[in-house]
Structure formats: C-alpha cells, structure tokens
C-alpha cells in the first residue's frame, strides 16, 4: 500500500465518521418533539404484540407468522403484504426495552378503522419506536457518500451525501416509524456491496452474496424495494467496464460469467426474502402461496399502489411526478385522479415539490452532462449506470404507484436525482479556477439547499401534538420561494450561479480566441 493510497483510505474514513456522527445528531435531536402519522400507530401496535409474543416464548403463536390469522391484531387481507417480521423487530425491540408495561397493541393496529385515542401509545412509547431511524437514516448518508466516491469520485460523495442529509423527505422519514428508512437503508447498502463486488471488473463473490442477502432484507421490508432491481441488473452488466483505466474489457468468455452473477444475484435475493417469513421454515410452498395472495389482496383492495401496468405511463402523469420532485406546476389544470372519476387540481402550490432550487437546477445540469457522456457508455460507464438509474425508478414509479400524494413512494427515484444534481454540481465548480471562489459557492450552494428543509426546525423537533399527513407540507420548494429569508438565500444563489456562468462563458472564450491561428 503506497503511501498517497493509505492518506486517501484515511482520510475517507474521517469523512463517513464525520457525516454519520453529523447526520445522527441532526436526526436524532429530540425525537419526542416530531409529529406523528397514523401509520406510525399501526406499525407501532404490530412491532408490540409481536416482540411481546416472542418474549413470552409463544413461538406457535400465529401471529409471528402472518397477520392472516391473527387475533391480536386488526387485519385486514391488505395488510398481508405490509406485515413484516424484520420491520416488527427492529420496531418493537427498542420500545420493549424502553417500556416495561404492554400497550394497547390491538387498538394501536386499528388506527384507521376503530381507533380510541384515549388508548393510544404515549409520547415515550412512540419515541422509543423511532430509536432505530436515525441510525438507519445517518447509516444511508454515509452509504451515499461512498457510493458517489466509487462511482465518480470523492469531491460527488461528499456532495451526494450532503443533498442526501439535508433532503427534506428524508430528513423526516429518519426521524419516524415508517418502513421507508429501513427498505432504503438496505437497498442502497446492496448497491454498495454490489459495486464493491465488480470494483476491480472479476466479480467478488463474497461481496455479491452478501449484495443479494441485504437486497433480499429489502425486500421484506417493503416490496417496493423492486424499483432497484433495474439498476442493480445494470450494475452486473457492466461491470467490466468498471475498471476500463486497467483495460479489462468483455469479451464472449465473460457472458457466462455474467449470466450466472444475475442468476446468482437475484436467487439469493429471492431465498433471503423468504427466510425472513417464519412461515417459510414450516412449509415454504405454502409459505410462497400465502405471499402470493397477500400480493393479490394488496393489488386488489389498495388504490394508491398495486402490480406494475402499463398503462401508468402517461404524458400527464409524468409530469404530475416531476412536479414532485424537481419543479411546480407552472399553470392551473386538471388531470385525471388516481382511482376512478376523481380529479386532481394541479397549481403552484399542488402538488408541493419535494426538491429544492439549488437540486433542481444542478440535477438539470448533470442530466446534461449524463446524456452528452453516455453516448460513449464504454467510456463513461458510470454516468450509464447513473442514466438507467434515473429512467428505471420513474418508469418504475409511474407503473406500480397509482397516487403520488403519498410522496414516499417516490423515494428511489428522489435518490436517483440526487446523484444526478451532484454530479452536476461537480462538474460546474470543478472547472473555477480560482479555489476560494470555488469553495465558497460549493458552500452557499448546500446552504441553500440545506435552509430549503431546516429553516422549518419547530415543526420537525417541537410539535409532538401534532399529526403529519401526506403528502408533507413542510420544507418544500414553493415554501422556500415564500418565506422571505429563504427566497433571499435563492435569489443570491441564483444571482452567484449566473455569474459562475458568466466567468466561465467567457473563459472558455478567451482560451477559444487564444488558440486560433493568428
């Protein structure tokens, strides 16, 4: 090991801890103050009953099985699907340890249907269930951070990863009991293994194992975790393009060593899945059945996400998602609704952007960059990679998700953007000259982006009597156009972007001039 290799390793290692320690304490702080949903009630009452039946050793007891047959639940056939033995343990194990009395599980679970209030989790109980969040939420920034280092370099990690913590949705989502922050965590931890595993062109196959267990962890903690599946197909085809600086190139002896990473990626990824259901280890046919039907009640019963279709991918529908995610709605229309002869208003303020001006901008920049490169995908193999990232999660969203007010099912495809805008912000400040300048607009840059979510603090760490709904109303880009202090912080980025393109623009022409033959 040289000794330039071993200060990058190092100061690599400084870097996770620092984002990891930062992240943690910025999603953790108070977690008594932060509102509460409805499913967070829900997923609370079955982490209880079920942590509680395993420490009274009731092993037999169906309910560790599946919600199906169980009494001391509320259930209904489309809660079959949602019913998760990892996500009830990582819930309920930290409330369990926290409180000694048993709660109203039962009650808890019927939130939505027969809930009393009288009876519901106390401010301690729900802030108990949460414990786990920041850890998994903080674990993913730095999981960010290395996966940008790997793919481009270090300087996009360290932007990847900054985005990524002040990104408003998962600023809150790490603070709360929903599936989310578990189903990312895994997810992203996968894509890293799964890079990890095609980092030097041969696969490692201990890496991609590994990649295939945690992907199948995902898995069960919410199906939805299939919208990476696309890119983690990509990563296995192109990995030998991974190290194209050393000259490994595929030839036709690599397509059967390709075809059995794929085969062997997603049939470990399959049998993980099934080895989190206690009912696989009792009869895995019937177990695999049951998760079928589950499946079918879900499609059936739940109108805001069901089986992927076709007929998801429409021009309106689109553009209802990058209005989402990257911009507003210019001007007032309506649209057809997500279940039958309802009608959405589109406006400024519906629906809210989950993005803010300094991601939007630099995502379209590095979306630029991405389609300019990718014409050479032998050359650029990572900003491919990045590419069909992008298309795959929002073909993806547009097929299986049916409402996009429940804004949590656009988290992949959120993701997907921040590295997007993260590559484009590398490449516009890579190329300043002068250093200072350049670091302090880096800076100003996520302060921009980081003010957009947190300049609404007492609503995120002081309103433990409130509830949230979806889809969130804080921290979005028309509020940061509304407040005064953040639409200032905007307009002077905006007006330090302009002139970042002037000096370059004009660069770039004094070198043109200087080059032609006098």
């Known amino acids: 090991m040289t000794l330039i290799h071993f200060i990058n390793t190092k100061s690599n290692h400084i870097i996770s801890i620092v984002l990891f320690l930062g992240s943690f304490l910025i999603y953790s702080y108070n977690l008594e103050g932060q509102p509460w949903h409805g499913d967070e009630i829900v997923y609370l009452g079955q982490a209880g009953e079920y942590v509680h039946l395993i420490k009274k050793g009731d092993f037999g007891n169906p ?9 001391y639940l509320f259930r209904i056939p489309a809660y079959g699907l949602t019913y998760s033995p990892l996500r009830n343990i990582l819930i309920g194990f930290p409330m369990d340890i926290k409180n000694d009395d048993i709660g109203k599980f039962y009650n808890w679970s019927c939130y939505w249907q027969c809930y ?34 790997i793919l481009f370099n270090r300087h996009v990690g360290i932007i990847v990863s900054l985005f990524f913590l002040f990104y408003d949705l998962w600023l809150w989502y790490s603070r709360t009991i929903m599936t989310e922050v578990h189903y990312i965590f895994f997810a992203m931890l996968s894509f890293l293994l799964l890079l990890y595993a095609f980092k030097a062109g041969n696969p490692k ?98 109108w805001f996400i069901g089986y992927p279709t076709i007929h998801g991918i429409q021009i309106d529908r689109m553009l209802t998602v990058f ?16 279940y039958q002869n309802s009608i959405i208003n589109l406006s400024w303020y519906n629906p809210p952007t989950f993005s803010s001006i300094a991601l939007t901008i630099f995502f379209f920049i590095g979306f630029g960059y991405l389609i300019y490169r990718t014409r050479k995908f032998k050359i650029y193999p990572s900003e491919t990679l990045v590419l069909i990232w992008f298309i795959s999660t929002l073909v993806l969203s547009l097929t299986i998700a049916r409402d996009f007010s429940l804004e949590r099912y656009l988290l992949p495809l959120a993701i997907s953007i921040i590295f997007i805008a993260s590559y484009g912000f590398w490449n516009f400040i890579k190329n300043i000259s002068h250093h200072k300048t350049k670091i302090t607009f880096a800076a100003f840059a996520i ?46 980025f905006v007006g330090f972007l302009l002139c970042m393109f002037i000096i370059q623009f004009r660069r770039r022409q004094n070198h043109t001039i200087t080059l032609r033959p006098k």
């Open 63 to 71: 309910c560790l099985r599946s919600i199906d047959k169980c009494d």
């Open 116 to 149: 009393i209030r009288d009876m519901g989790p106390t401010v301690k109980e729900i802030t108990t269930g949460r414990m786990l969040s920041p850890l998994f939420g903080s674990l993913t920034v730095t999981i960010s951070f290395l996966i940008g280092k």
């Open 205 to 302: 196959f201990k890496y991609l194992i590994s990649s295939a267990i945690t992907f199948g962890l995902a898995l069960t903690s919410k199906i939805l975790s299939i919208e990476f599946s696309v890119l983690f197909l990509g990563i296995i085809l192109f990995s030998g393009l991974f190290k194209r600086q050393i000259g490994y190139i595929h030839g036709k002896r690599h397509i059967p060593k390709i075809g059995l990473s794929i085969f062997l990626f997603f049939a470990i990824a399959l049998v993980s899945l099934f080895l989190t259901e206690p009912g696989f280890y009792e009869n895995p046919l019937k177990q695999i059945a049951a998760m079928k039907k589950d499946m079918d009640n879900y499609n059936r019963d739940v």
């Open 323 to 338: 209005h989402y995610v990257l911009f507003p709605s210019f001007i007032e229309h309506k649209i057809p609704g997500p």
């Open 447 to 492: 302060f921009a982006h980081s003010v957009t979510a947190l300049l609404y603090w007492p609503k995120i760490y002081s309103s433990s009597g409130t509830t949230w709904t979806n889809p969130l109303g804080y921290g979005t880009l028309q509020e940061s156009l509304d407040n005064p202090f953040t639409f200032v912080v905007n307009v002077i």
